[in-house]
């Protein structure tokens, strides 16, 4: 991903063949949370627009799921 920085590693996330979100590895440039999976863009209904991290995109998907159960 070009984001003119060191978090360049980037996962599409698809759900039913579709596009739900974009994630990047934070680098160590963000210190606590170097390693961590950020939402860079959010394609599916969620119930709030705050920032969020994951510890890897399957804990994104789990939580993702959880939206819609």
Known sequence: MDTGDDDDRAVLVMRDGRLAAVLTLLSDM????????FVEALFAPAPD?????????????????GLTD
Request: avoid cysteine.
């Open 30 to 37: 963000h210190e606590g949370m170097a390693g961590q999976w």
């Open 49 to 65: 627009t705050r920032r969020r991290v994951f510890a890897d995109p399957n804990a994104f998907v789990a939580w993702l799921d």
